[in-house]
């Protein structure tokens, strides 16, 4: 296990999350509200099995996988797509590939210092969030 993401993680930084969800589709009154939110994240981490739970006032999200396994993404309560999803290591970064209807769309998450990262991409949209543990 090169690393241990497991904690609770707080928002603290989000650049250009509305560029991202335009690109998700996420219509004018759910970005107005989502781009308010300060989500937390849970993760549980279990050599290469994850449990990531964000959650917020308005909405929440939990995703379960292996890394290397691929599985069938149901984004409900976010973009409400399906696509196939597969989270590989590249060194110490965990990356997820989300092959489905939208072109180029998929996450990394890496470790910084204290620091919790999280890029979210779409079409040509890049969302890069900073979080902090609770
Ligand atoms: C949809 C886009 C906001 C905005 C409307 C609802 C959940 C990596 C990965 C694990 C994500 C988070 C994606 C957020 C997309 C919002 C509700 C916000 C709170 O995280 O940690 O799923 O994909």
């Known amino acids: 296990m090169p690393v241990d993401f497991s904690g609770t993680w707080n928002l603290v930084s989000n650049d250009n999350f509305e560029g991202y969800m ?7 009154a759910t970005r107005k509200v989502a781009k308010m939110l300060k989500p937390q994240k849970v993760i549980k ?9 964000t959650t917020s006032t308005f909405r929440d999200y939990l995703l379960e ?21 597969l989270v590989t290591w590249e ?21 910084e210092g204290d ?11 890049v969302c890069r969030q900073v979080f902090k543990r609770a």
Not at 45 to 53: E, R
Request: proline share 0%; net charge negative.
């Open 22 to 28: 335009v690109a998700l589709g996420i219509d004018f």
């Open 45 to 53: 981490q279990d050599g290469d099995s994850f449990y990531i739970h």
């Open 65 to 85: 996988f292996k890394v290397g396994e691929e599985f069938d993404e149901d984004t409900k309560g976010l973009d409400n797509r399906k696509c196939k999803s």
């Open 91 to 111: 060194n110490d970064k965990l990356v997820c590939v989300q092959t489905g209807e939208k072109k180029n769309r998929g996450w990394t998450h890496w470790l």
């Open 115 to 125: 620091d919790l990262h999280l890029e979210l991409r779409c079409e040509n949209q």
